[in-house]
């Protein structure tokens, strides 16, 4: 199946074959705690093997047929040697850094970064004596941060508030030179636009949350590794943190993923003709979405990305937060919400702090909307949006 496209991998990873000549189109649902032997010595077998680094159950804790059909479609999109699953796309970010870091590391992470990691780092990272260290990756001057103890270089493109999109070959040259290790969060690309491995990072991870699920109704995260070394890590943390997810999770997550190209081209397809609107407004200072010929990290996208989503923020040339919180209050095909990536439309008013640590953002003080562009009609998105600038500046 790896010599297919993509699409064509997706539509049928993880399928097992036929027993006894006939079964379901759709992977089963094996959910399981316990695994039954046929006598002591397989039992000792699955151990061995496990430990050995195999990816066989030999606990419940490891998942049945329908995690493996998961990991295996995952592998089918992001590439790598070994996909692993979390209960969300946080806990996958947090096994990153636990797998690969120790007490007296240093990690240096893009400043535009899923900003709760900043409270893992303060909370969790920092008690264990990992040092996290932000930098600008539009300054370029990521050789000189390098440390003796740094072992890792975190990146997130492109940046899921302002859309920066990283130049991922050069800066993964520039860690690996110094033996550092290259993490990206690929939750904007999904695996599907972009493929983190392919360019040079050990680890791709991502927030199945978001476009895998599609539906707003599953969490979950999923980490790939992309050596044999990194993955070790990986297994290592991953049972000694327990983490695991149910089987119905797990199939949600694969029924996703069986859509996720067609669902990905009409995001991209609304969302561009969002974006030109909003470009058309007065009220309007800038729009944020690379895959505008205008966007700065238009050239790297085409570069590096297959397609775009429905992710796009803008900022308001009128710096009133009370104005711009009526904006969003007057939307109605627009829900208020933050975890993007299913079929619906999402708007939301950036806290000003989740900005403050964003070098691409400079300090602005313009009010900062993040739309998810949905599966709607883009006519009636436009519309509504049009009625809500109509409204906000009447003050109704
Ligand atoms: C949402 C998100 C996460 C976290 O995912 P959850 O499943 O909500 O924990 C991580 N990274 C990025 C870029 C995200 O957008």
Redesign the pocket.
């Known amino acids: 199946m790896t010599d297919k496209h993509i699409d064509t991998r997706l539509a049928h990873a993880g399928t097992p074959p036929l027993q006894r000549g006939v079964g379901p189109v759709p992977v089963p649902v094996v959910r399981g705690s316990t695994l039954r032997y046929a006598d002591m010595a397989t039992r000792f077998d699955y151990a061995r093997r496990r430990a050995a680094g195999e990816d066989v159950a030999s606990y419940g804790i490891h998942g049945f047929d329908t995690h493996r059909a998961l990991e295996e479609a995952v592998r089918a999109l992001e590439g790598g040697v070994r996909a692993f699953l979390s209960p ?4 996958a ?1 947090t096994h990153v850094f636990l797998a690969t870091l120790s007490a007296g590391d240093h990690a240096l992470v893009s400043d535009g970064v ?1 900003a ?1 990691l900043r409270h893992t780092d303060r909370t969790l990272l920092k008690r264990l004596g990992i040092a996290v260290e932000y930098f600008s990756p539009a300054q370029q001057n990521l050789a000189a941060l390098i440390r003796p103890e740094t072992k890792l270089l975190y990146l ?1 493109s492109p940046s ?1 508030l302002l859309g920066e999109v990283l130049d991922l070959p050069a800066l993964s040259a520039i860690a690996h030179a110094r033996g550092v290790a290259v993490a990206v ?1 690929n ?2 690309g999904a695996g599907y636009l972009h493929q983190p491995l392919a360019l040079g990072a050990d680890i791709s991870l ?5 476009y895998i699920g599609g539906h707003a109704d599953l ?3 999923v980490v790939v590794a992309g050596n044999d070394h990194v993955a070790a890590q990986l297994v290592s943390a991953q049972e000694a943190l327990g983490l695991t997810v149910g089987a119905d999770e797990a199939a949600l997550a694969l029924r996703g993923i069986r859509t996720l190209g067609v669902r990905l081209e009409r995001h991209q397809r609304n969302a561009l003709e969002v974006a030109r609107f909003l470009q058309g407004r007065p009220e309007v200072a800038r729009v944020y979405y690379p895959a505008l010929p205008e966007d700065p990290g238009h050239a790297l996208w085409k570069r590096d990305f297959r397609g775009a989503n429905g992710l796009l923020s803008f900022a308001l040339a009128d710096e009133d937060f009370a104005r711009a919180t009526a904006l969003v209050d007057a939307l109605e095909l627009f829900a208020i919400g933050a ?2 990536g299913s079929y619906e439309s999402l708007a939301l008013l950036t806290a000003p702090e989740r900005l403050a640590g964003h070098s691409a953002w400079a300090g602005s003080r313009a009010p900062l909307v993040r739309l998810h562009v949905g599966l709607e009609d883009p006519a009636d998105l436009i519309a509504d949006l049009a009625r809500g600038f109509d409204r906000a500046a009447a003050g109704r």
Request: net charge negative.
């Open positions: 969300s796309g946080l806990a970010i899923y709760p997130e899921s969060d939750t904007w991502q927030a199945a949350t978001k969490m979950q995260g975890s993007w």
